[in-house]
């Protein structure tokens, strides 16, 4: 009914227009862009979503919200590129992928930082998440704030990871991304980058024992047919960046830019409830596909283990905003 009463407002709206000899307004083209799937469990794909209904919903009108899923516009290095130079108007990119432009982002992919999503809510919704997002505007880039990709997990066919020494020996893929390199390294495991689109057929022929990525991703792509543990390890919290290019930004006036950040901080807070909905009932489904699900014993433990890698990385994010991030999950 909602729906039938804004086409009946939107039809007379354009009547009246055309009778006073006015143009009806267009649409302007919002493109919208991310690099998985278009499911209802993608925690990408629920972002775009809701982002288009709720701009929809407060600036009815002004948008015609297009989505590009499934690196239709490019990977996630050539979407930051469209969103500099104005070829992309929004992006949902991998907190991992914005690092490269700027070092203070790998405070996100800290290991064990988080001990919960609501900590990292916490977190990257105030005063540190806004100093980060705060960077990309000297990069033709506004960040608006930071949807829920999930904590990723350590999947493996060498035994269930509950304490840090059940990590060493063991070959996990990761990222080709120094954090993650030097987080497996440190609890004695055998960190192995390798290619995403290799890395199915690896854990099936045994080139690798596991992997870390998060349950959406396990289930998706099939990983119970290939891994038998999946340990709830919460080593990496995976925060989504909400990027709007500048181009697009400044077009709107200042009315509409408060809109647009409204949009988008309902937008997430709808989506990280239906993420983690989403992450209870992906873990009955992993269960009944035959994994092994399991948690960790001490996440204290594991912190302590992979310290070096705080140590290391320190200096490049910036100590005082790495201190208030601490001071922030410790108090």
Do not use: C
Request: aromatic share 8%; net charge negative; no cysteine.
């Amino acid at each position: 009914m909602m729906t039938l009463r804004k086409t009946a407002i939107a039809t007379l709206s354009a009547a009246l227009l055309s009778a006073a000899g006015l143009p009806a307004t267009a649409a302007d083209t919002l493109r919208v862009g991310w690099t998985t799937s278009d499911s209802a469990q993608d925690p990408y794909a629920i972002m775009a979503h809701n982002l288009k209904a709720e701009l929809e919903e407060r600036l009815p009108g002004k948008f015609d919200v297009q989505t590009f899923p499934n690196n239709q516009l490019g990977d996630e290095k050539q979407m930051l590129e469209g969103l500099q130079y104005g070829t992309l108007d929004v992006g949902i990119i991998t907190n991992a992928t914005i690092a490269n432009l700027d070092p203070v982002f790998q405070l996100n992919d800290m290991p064990f930082l988080f001990a919960d999503e609501a900590q990292a809510h916490g977190v990257l919704d105030g005063e540190v998440g806004q100093e980060m997002l705060s960077k990309l505007s000297s990069k033709g880039m506004i960040g608006l704030g930071f949807a829920e990709g999930g904590f990723r997990h350590m999947i493996n066919n060498t035994r269930p990871v509950t304490a840090p020494n059940d990590v060493e020996g063991v070959k996990f893929r990761t990222m080709q991304n120094p954090v993650f390199i030097g987080m497996f390294s440190s609890l004695g495991g055998n960190p192995t980058p390798m290619a995403w689109s290799e890395t199915f057929t690896a854990a099936q022929q045994g080139t690798i024992d596991g992997l870390e990525i998060p349950l959406a991703v396990i289930a998706a792509n099939n990983y119970p047919e290939v891994t038998k543990y999946l340990s709830l390890t919460k080593h990496t919290y995976s925060a989504l960046g909400i990027i709007v290019s500048e181009r697009t930004f400044g077009k709107l006036s200042e009315e509409e830019q408060a809109a647009f950040k409204a949009a988008t901080s309902a937008a997430i807070e709808k989506q990280r409830a239906q993420v983690a909905e989403a992450s209870a009932a992906l873990i009955e489904q992993l269960k009944a596909a035959g994994m092994t699900v399991n948690d960790i014993e001490d996440p204290a433990a594991f912190r302590k283990q992979v310290l070096p890698v705080y140590d290391e990385f320190k200096g490049a994010i910036g100590e005082d905003l790495f201190d208030k991030a601490l001071a922030a999950v410790q108090g």
